[in-house]
Nanobody, 122 residues
Framework: VQLQASGGGLVQAGGSLRLSCAAS????????MGWFRQAPDKEREFVAA????????MYADSAKGRFTISRDDTEDMAYLQMNSLKPEDTAVYYC????????????????WGQGTQVTVSS
C-alpha cells in the first residue's frame, strides 16, 4: 500500500483543517487506516484509526470530540477532520495503514505516508 498525505497548514487556534490520505496498491476491505502525529522533541503518538471492513473507529483522548476520521471508499481516501484546533495539536501528521484490527500502536502499522505539517497558532 502506498500512502500520500496532504492538507496540512497554518491555522489559528479554534480553527479547522482536513487532512487527506490517498491510498493506492492493495487496498482491500481488511485495511485499517490510521493517523499519527509527532511534535518536535516528542514521541510519535496515535490520533485516530478506522477499519475499512466494519467502520470501527478509535480515537486518542486528545482527539475525541474534536477530530473525526472518515473514508471515501470510492476513491480510497481517508480523511481526518480536525476542529477546535489547539496550539498543542501542532505536529507533523502521518497517515498509516495495516491489515486486520484497529490498533493504536504505530509499531503495528506497516505502511506509512510522508508527513504533513499542521501548525496551530495561539
Amino acid at each position: 500500500v502506498q500512502l500520500q498525505a496532504s492538507g496540512g497548514g497554518l491555522v489559528q487556534a479554534g480553527g479547522s483543517l482536513r487532512l487527506s490520505c490517498a491510498a493506492s496498491g492493495r487496498t482491500d476491505t481488511n485495511l485499517v487506516m490510521g493517523w499519527f502525529r509527532q511534535a518536535p522533541d516528542k514521541e510519535r503518538e496515535f490520533v485516530a484509526a478506522k477499519s475499512w471492513r466494519d467502520g470501527r473507529t478509535m480515537y486518542a483522548d486528545s482527539a475525541k470530540g474534536r477530530f473525526t476520521i472518515s473514508r471515501d471508499d470510492t476513491e480510497d481516501m481517508a480523511y481526518l477532520q480536525m476542529n477546535s484546533l489547539k496550539p498543542e495539536d501542532t505536529a507533523v501528521y502521518y497517515c498509516a495503514a495495516r491489515y486486520g484490527s484497529v490498533l493504536a500502536f504505530g509499531k503495528y502499522y506497516h505502511y506509512w505516508g510522508q508527513g504533513t505539517q499542521v501548525t496551530v497558532s495561539s
